[in-house]
């Protein structure tokens, strides 16, 4: 799968896919940009120099560098809705083979998206920035088009997580409640204590609390009535089998995959 631009314009195929094309070089070195330096290092002079171009060229893509934020911003949502999506089929596979009923099933998943945006944290914090530090700032605030943008591809996000909620409440595994209302606390929580972990590990608070993520699904979910002892029995079976990971790159939606293109003069 390759990164699909908002707003792509009416242009032949031909032009529209060599656009796109271009498109895409720019926004893997605003990319890069980004990653070494944060949002004040993506300047549109910089972008072009980076990139060995003129400024001119690289308004003729993208007008503004709100506009390139847009992108970058809706590139990492992208790409945590996938491996989400990647993690949950894993975990589908798995307790299908451990014969885990439908409660169950729904709690693994619920884990296994709350370990996927864990890992994506610990492995890519600079792109995972992007998003989570970003996003919720006045100062790098975007227009509303844009940022509308953005949070139609986060939503994607979070209505699969509320779905899995769902039935969770429906099998019994936990109470009823809610379902839109527990996505947001349980991406609120996960989101403040994975921002806390910066703060434990430069020697603050009480020192290191590496499991602090773990500890607080668990406690969530056992809040909302989960049995404690099955939560902590499928958070140590995925987090043993790996079965959360995050074998994408956020790079690789920027690759031309699609046959359309390879084949393309």
């Not at 707003?7 to 094309?21: D, I, L, W």
């Not at 600079?126 to 790098?140: K, N, Q």
């Not at 099998?171 to 996960?190: C, F, N, S, V, Y």
Request: charge should be negative.
């Amino acid at each position: 799968m390759v990164h699909v631009f908002s707003e792509s314009g009416e242009f032949s195929p031909a032009v529209a896919q060599n656009r796109t094309r271009k498109m895409r070089e720019i926004l893997a070195s605003a990319l890069d940009l980004a990653c070494e330096g944060g949002l004040d290092n993506l300047t549109l002079h910089a972008l072009a120099e980076r990139m060995g171009r003129s400024v001119a060229a690289v308004y003729r893509y993208y007008p503004s560098k709100e506009a390139v934020v847009r992108e970058l911003q809706r590139l990492v949502a992208t790409h945590i809705r996938l491996i989400s999506a990647d993690t949950a089929a894993r975990i589908d596979v798995w307790a299908a083979r451990q014969g885990l009923n439908e409660g169950a099933r729904a709690l693994a998943r619920l884990i296994g998206a709350a370990q996927t945006y864990e890992l994506f944290a610990q492995e890519a914090p600079a792109e995972f920035g992007l998003v989570t530090h970003y996003l919720g700032s006045a100062r790098y605030g975007l227009p509303e088009r844009d940022a509308q943008a953005v949070f139609e591809v986060a939503r994607e996000t979070l209505g699969m997580l509320s779905a899995d909620i769902a039935a969770a409440q429906a099998t019994g595994a936990i109470t009823p409640g809610d379902a839109q209302e527990r996505t947001l606390m349980h991406w609120g929580a996960l989101q403040g204590v994975i921002q806390l972990l910066k703060f434990t590990r430069r020697g603050g608070a009480w020192g290191p609390a590496e499991s602090l993520p773990d500890t607080t699904m668990r406690a969530l979910l056992a809040g909302w009535g989960a049995d404690a002892a099955l939560v902590g029995e499928l958070a140590d079976a995925i987090r043993m089998k790996k079965l959360a990971s995050a074998e994408r790159q956020v790079r690789d939606l920027l690759h031309e995959t699609e046959t359309n293109e390879s084949e393309a003069p």
